[in-house]
């Protein structure tokens, strides 16, 4: 009975420390860039999930390309237990990749500090390995 007690109680306190995960999909437009030249501008299709935990938070988005087949991004961080980021992931289609932003109206690459302002912006995957970049609205 004691095990039984235990066993419920590092449930409970292994639960607590789990914080959801949504669901999301819809349309918008998209930009593939490669090797920084705009390959195509177009209606894509997304599907996606984000989620956190105490010690992880992630984001995953498929987005459905017509012409260009899938792009599959990727971005996870982790946390140690005092909330200090420790390391992170980006991928597209499983190739290591950086995130960065663009202006909407330019296309032109800005900076962290730009984006972090409040002023509206392209999030983009860039794979370090092949040099295909997706951007969304």
């Known amino acids: 009975m004691r095990k039984i007690a235990l066993f419920i109680g590092a449930m ?8 959801g995960v949504g669901q999301f999909s819809g349309d918008t437009t998209c930009y593939v860039y490669k ?27 498929d987005y459905n390309l017509p012409g260009f087949g ?4 990727s971005n996870s961080a982790d946390y140690d237990d005092n909330s200090n980021h420790t390391g992170w992931t980006t991928t ?10 663009r ?21 983009c995957y860039l794979s370090t390995t092949s ?5 969304s609205e």
């Open 12 to 19: 409970s306190v292994a639960t607590v420390g789990f914080c």
């Open 35 to 61: 090797q920084d030249k705009l390959q195509k501008k177009l209606t894509c299709q997304y599907d996606g999930a984000e989620g956190a935990a105490m010690s992880y938070a992630f984001r995953q988005v």
């Open 70 to 73: 899938k792009m599959a991004t």
């Open 92 to 101: 597209v289609n499983d190739e290591p990749a950086v995130i960065r932003y």
């Open 103 to 123: 202006a909407p109206s330019s296309k032109k690459v800005v900076s962290q500090t730009y984006a972090e302002s409040g002023k509206k912006v392209l999030q």
């Open 131 to 135: 040099q295909w970049e997706i951007c």
